[in-house]
């Protein structure tokens, strides 16, 4: 405990006067200012394909969504939390539901392996839905119903197409 008394302060500097007043309102050197809490982890990743990220659980993993207007594909990729290392899944498909106009339309992704990566089915980081509808729509809402990715399953993972649930 820092103690001035009234005679000692006189004959001392000001700037001594200052040293005693901080430690005694507690804001003396040795104190560690209080810590603000994290901000939201802001992402500067760049879709591999200029498609659309999807976050899975906390920044764990990533889906990007490509969509093709020419066939009514979409498909989607794998990726780790930096979103540049593919992520293999053993997963035979998962589903994704749309909301178009408040009618529900499921997607049913299936693996498609890339040969040029030694990929197999059951063993893959990409997988296709087909749908007309999506030759002519751009814009909905999804739900990615549920994926495994390693020891991880992830459920009913909503976010809006093409915009995607990452925070920017």
Not at 19 to 40: F, I, T
Not at 78 to 89: A, E, G, Q, W
Request: charged content about 20%; some cysteine.
């Amino acid at each position: 405990m820092v103690r001035c008394g009234y005679a000692l302060a006189m004959k001392m500097r000001p700037g001594f006067l200052l040293v005693c007043l901080a430690g005694l309102l507690g804001v003396g050197g040795c104190a560690k200012p209080a810590r603000k809490a994290d901000p939201a982890p802001q992402h500067p990743y760049r879709a591999p394909h200029q498609g659309t990220i999807v976050v899975l659980g906390r920044d764990e993993f990533h889906v990007e969504f490509v969509r093709d207007p020419q066939t009514g594909t979409l498909t989607a990729y794998l990726f780790d939390s930096t979103v540049k290392i593919p992520v293999r899944s053993k997963s035979s498909g998962f589903e994704v539901v749309a909301t178009v106009g408040g009618e529900k339309r499921p997607l049913a992704f299936t693996p498609q392996p890339d040969t040029a990566r030694n990929e197999a089915p059951g063993d893959t980081a990409r997988f296709t839905a087909q749908a007309d509808w999506l030759k002519s729509t751009s814009k909905f809402e999804a739900e990615l119903s549920s994926i495994k990715l390693l020891n991880t399953t992830f459920l009913r993972v909503k976010f809006p197409f093409p915009a995607g649930n990452e925070k920017h």
